[in-house]
């Protein structure tokens, strides 16, 4: 947990250093908040117009006039700070990784804050903090914002909906050629990292070894992979629902039959052992800094050592295949040498993981 | 209110009436509330493709490769349906008269909901339905879609986000000369509508005559404004905070001052009514379907004609003038000859507005 010590209340919050209804309201409560919090976090020109909407130069902001991305996700992710992470961090990786799963380099961000009533000024400062920092790692500029607050009990501390804009490299072509048997299942490194850290945080179960989230962003992975094989069949991320739910996703919209094996997925010792503990599948546990991608068979070999010269794709491994066998399904060979349906989860295991 | 009992609840949904944490987790019974709710209202062919992102083709999507216009606004207005609109048209409407606002012809929308566990899904149904609607009549597309559940108790029905992006048409100046003495302030019509029907049907208030929020995209009106003046020197809708917030804003912003005179402020007499009864300010109560406009004087004739020829903005008036006295003041010059400073409202007269 941050110390929220260190996010003294601004000079123009002295008055008021916890979240009331008026600070929703539009007038000068309002613009206190704005320019205590948000603009002195995420100043850049584009922003700093305060207009109802910021105009984006295509030639002189964007330098390009080919093909844009855009994504919308909203963050509602329990409790605010996690290990590894926080909501603000996430609220930028989450969005700028489903730009990058387009190919995308990601541009700009809106942010949309839905604050409850009572939230203290300081965890808010703190959590905006974490989120300009993101925004700055993954090089977006958060360009319009907006903030609603609501009745203490009506909302959750904070709720984040970040929207993104990307721009479309190009002679990228993800997605351009179908899905086809012999292509490769790869995937960036280890998986259920984040699902195991805000389980084990939020019903309080302490393991050995620490579990941190890991919260990424992925845009510089895609491109190092693009740069090597502009033809990436798809790239999706795992996230709520985890990799089960994304295969299944591949298999049912594409027609394929996907067949992974057991003993390649990539797990972290300590997520295994809690997983193992709480009878919970890897394969169904969110993750915010890994992705899949299938490629074709001839450029396998190439993407996977571009994934692992990157930082975020040092363990990447090839999880299995398409095959033109049960199509629509996803199968796993088993490390003793058996088959088994994975199927597509219901739910979720764990609500409010992002 | 409406009759939920025309929203029956789509086939897919039929053993799950109501909202549950599962239908934010990513799987199948996500996947089900997206097909038989969003799709089923929104489907358009860059929706459809369910992709993490959406990719826009600048050339075939926008048709266009100058400058875009981006906006987020996030809606938490209760109650969810009230007289002359709901959250479903006035997160469609908010959105695309903010990307307006900066001259721009509104595009595609995204979408993000955070729906309360136990919302009956017939309801959620209801909303997208007057989304679907709104989207239709404004020529705006919703390309992107996020949907998260919160439990019960940390939500309130349905919140909505929508980010929007625009193109601004060549030759559109819409801020590209400053606001100067003798500037005209023009206003499109009638103020107050939608604080005052949120305000009745929240309170249990009823008045002689029926008072309907003004929801309604402006983008139109605002096209045929700057079809004869497009050097606009300022757009801006007057929601939270009212004309009065937006006034001030304008004045502190430019350094101007601005005079209004009172007789000129167009307030439909129920309205008038209901305020004077509960001792509220027309000028600080919200609108949805009005925008004020500061325009060279020599242009403000033209202009205003350009205004009453339209559906949204027939009772457009002269509001008043930009002034070289008092510097970043707003005033009135009141009925019987007076002068009162308009001041910058602190908090909200009514929270949850839109």
Same mark, same amino acid.
């Given at each position: 947990m941050p110390d929220f010590s260190n996010f003294a209340c601004p000079v123009l919050l002295r008055d008021c250093p916890h979240v009331i209804l %008026?600070? %929703?309201? %539009?007038g000068s409560l309002s613009r206190d908040l704005i320019e205590g919090i948000f603009l002195a976090a995420f100043s850049n020109s584009l922003l700093d117009r305060l207009d109802d909407s910021t105009v984006l130069d295509?030639? +002189?902001?964007? %330098?390009?006039?080919g093909r844009l991305a855009v994504s919308t996700d909203s963050y509602v992710v329990r409790p605010l700070f996690f290990p590894g992470g926080s909501i603000g961090d996430l609220a930028v990786n989450g969005t700028v990784n489903d730009l990058a799963m387009s190919g995308a380099r990601p541009l700009v961000l809106t942010a949309g804050f839905i604050l409850e009533e009572g939230l203290p000024i300081a965890e808010l400062a703190a959590v905006v903090a974490r989120m300009a920092v993101a925004a700055r790692a993954a090089g977006v500029r958060i360009v319009a914002g907006d903030t609603k607050v609501v009745e203490r009990?009506?909302?959750?501390g904070v709720y984040i909906n970040t929207s993104g804009i990307g721009v479309v490299p190009d002679g990228v072509a993800v997605g351009r050629e179908p899905v086809q048997p012999g292509d490769a299942v790869l995937c960036s490194g280890t998986i259920g990292d984040h699902g195991m850290a805000i389980m084990s945080v939020r019903e309080g179960l302490s393991f050995e070894a620490a579990i941190e989230s890991d919260? +990424?962003?992925?845009h510089g992975l895609v491109a190092a992979m693009l740069a090597v094989c502009p033809e990436i069949r798809m790239l999706r991320d795992p996230t709520r629902g985890g990799v089960a739910t994304i295969l299944n996703e591949i298999a049912t919209r594409t027609g394929a039959g996907i067949e992974i094996d057991e003993e390649a997925i990539p797990v972290n010792p300590p997520v295994a052992a809690a997983c193992e503990i709480l009878g919970l599948d890897p394969l169904q546990v969110a993750n915010e800094g890994k992705l899949l991608a299938v490629v074709p068979a001839d450029a396998a070999e190439q993407v996977l050592a571009a994934m692992r010269g990157h930082e975020h794709g040092k363990e990447a491994v090839t999880l299995g295949r398409v095959v033109a066998a049960h199509p629509r399904r996803v199968v796993m060979k088993t490390a003793i040498g058996g088959t088994r349906v994975i199927p597509m989860p219901i739910g979720e295991q764990l609500p409010r993981i992002c």
């Open positions: %008026g600070h %929703g309201g %539009g295509l030639a +002189a902001d964007l %330098g390009h006039g009990g009506h909302g959750d919260s +990424a962003p992925l």
